[in-house]
């Protein structure tokens, strides 16, 4: 059974730093493309970022560009999301999410039940 | 930046058909996917590669597309399928970025 697990997420003041985990079971974890996604209290999804599987390749949404880094950790079957210079706009709930890749396009067959991540004073 | 723009709301009555637009200057090139997400849990995929449908999923929902536009319809709509649907797809460019529509709240009256 795939499996997604979050950690990480809590409560951090503006301008600060949170790293968020994802660990990954039920298969075979280096195979696969990884992303995050992300919804603001009460809106939409907005899908964040995306690695391919040997980390060679990173993508990202405009609005976190430079300012948060996708990495992997394939002996540890984990993903992750380091967070810097975080703003109130940052507030979600962060979702890691496994991609089926069809050309550069693709889909989230499997999804984390994700972290909250509040920025406020 | 891309955009997927959806309708923020749809309703209708059970037993009745849902029709739920997602338009998008790419679509013609590239797919669309369609999920549903109900109160306090993670969405679930209902339809890929426009029309395709998942596994598991009730035969009511299907996909379509036409252009810059592509549609999930849900037939003989039942109360249980009230929550909110995202499309989901790819600018252009290749590049791997991708985008969720605002979201449709569908309400079953």
């Known amino acids: 059974e795939v499996q997604l697990v979050e950690s990480g997420g809590g409560l951090v003041q503006p301008g600060g730093s949170l790293r968020l985990s994802c660990a990954a079971s039920?298969?075979?974890?280096?195979?696969?493309?990884m992303s995050w996604v992300r919804q603001a209290p009460g809106k939409g999804l907005e899908w964040v970022a995306n690695i391919k599987q040997d980390g060679s390749e990173k993508y990202y949404v405009d609005s976190v560009k430079g300012r948060f880094t996708i990495s992997r950790d394939n002996a540890k079957n984990s993903l992750y999301l380091q967070m810097n210079s975080l703003r109130a706009e940052d507030t979600a709930v962060y979702y890691c999410?496994?991609?089926?890749?069809?050309?550069?396009?693709?889909?989230?067959?499997?999804w984390g039940q994700g972290t909250l991540v509040t920025v406020s004073s | 930046s891309y955009e997927l723009t959806q309708p923020p709301s749809v309703s209708v009555s059970p037993g009745q058909t849902a029709r739920i637009t997602c338009s998008g200057d790419a679509l013609p090139k590239q797919y669309a996917y369609w999920y549903q997400q109900k109160p306090g849990q993670a969405p679930v995929l209902v339809i890929y590669?426009?029309?395709e449908r998942p596994s598991g999923i009730p035969e009511r929902f299907s996909g379509s597309s036409s252009g810059t536009t592509v549609t999930l319809t849900i037939s003989g709509v039942q109360a249980e399928d009230e929550a909110d649907y995202y499309c989901?797809?790819?600018?252009?460019?290749?590049?791997?970025?991708?985008?969720f529509g605002g979201g449709t709240k569908l309400t079953v009256l």
């Open positions: 590669k426009d029309s």
């Open positions: 999410a496994r991609p089926v890749l069809l050309g550069a396009s693709g889909y989230f067959d499997y």
């Open positions: 039920g298969f075979t974890f280096s195979s696969y493309w």
């Open positions: 989901q797809s790819a600018d252009s460019s290749g590049t791997y970025l991708w985008v």
